[in-house]
């Protein structure tokens, strides 16, 4: 049965966040909210998260899973970028973006794409998501609550505790937080391909 944690959305109890944070860090799966909508997260090294993920959503091993990172500094020991690239996405975060890079070592393998070696990342504006990094320390393995043959996200924190009980370790609920999943932007050539318009405006990468 899954744990469920309410808190403030502008002012997160410190105490709620920090048993979130080891819970991850003792190998839980949780849905937290973001500046775009509700997303499943764990460890970045977590075999067994991951695994519970692919199976919640229905995904395939070509899915590009994300690394929701607290910042720039962050972000950058995980994906290469050259300047052109680093100044655009360098622009648009914090936001409600996800940008699909090339890896580095300190990606594991099997969140890579298997044939372009690539991976998503993103800086959430969002403060509960936010104060969740910096209290874990590290960035989290995530993916868009969607759940298969559904066409939008789960976005109220007791209908996610009520349907994915058995399948995910907690939920952290900060209040609505909107169903339109980040928009997708892939870099990996160098030039911007928008791969999925969401809540990030396109214009900018047009």
Same mark, same amino acid.
């Given at each position: ?86 100044? @655009? ?6 936001? +409600?973006? /996800?940008?699909? %890079? !090339? *890896?580095?070592? #300190?990606?594991?393998? $099997? ?9 998503g ?5 969002h ?6 990094? @910096? ?6 393995? +995530?993916s /868009?609550?969607? %759940? !298969? *043959?559904?066409? #939008?996200?789960?976005? $109220? ?30 870099? +990996? ?17 047009a």
């Amino acid at each position: 049965m899954a744990k469920y944690f309410d808190v403030h959305p502008e002012n997160p109890q410190r105490r709620t966040i920090t048993s979130v944070a080891d819970l991850i860090r003792s190998g839980a799966l949780v849905a937290y909210p973001t500046d775009s909508c509700f997303a499943l997260g764990c460890r970045v090294g977590d075999r067994d998260g991951l695994a519970r993920i692919r199976s919640i959503r229905g995904l395939d091993d070509r899915h590009h899973f994300t690394l929701v990172c607290q910042n720039f500094a962050q972000l950058g020991q995980f994906v290469r970028l050259d300047n052109d690239v680093f100044r @655009a996405v360098k622009a648009a975060t914090p936001g +409600s973006y /996800t940008f699909i %890079l !090339p *890896g580095t070592k #300190e990606v594991p393998r $099997q969140l890579l794409h298997p044939k372009k070696k690539t991976v998503g990342v993103r800086i959430p504006d969002h403060v509960v998501t936010q104060t969740l990094l @910096a209290e874990l320390g590290e960035p989290l393995l +995530s993916s /868009t609550l969607l %759940l !298969p *043959g559904e066409e #939008e996200p789960l976005t $109220q924190g007791w209908e996610i505790k009520e349907r994915l009980d058995h399948v995910v370790d907690a939920v952290l609920d900060s209040g609505d937080c909107g169903t339109e999943p980040t928009t997708v932007i892939d870099f +990996s050539s160098g030039e911007p391909e928008i791969v999925r318009e969401g809540a990030g405006d396109t214009s900018r990468f047009a």
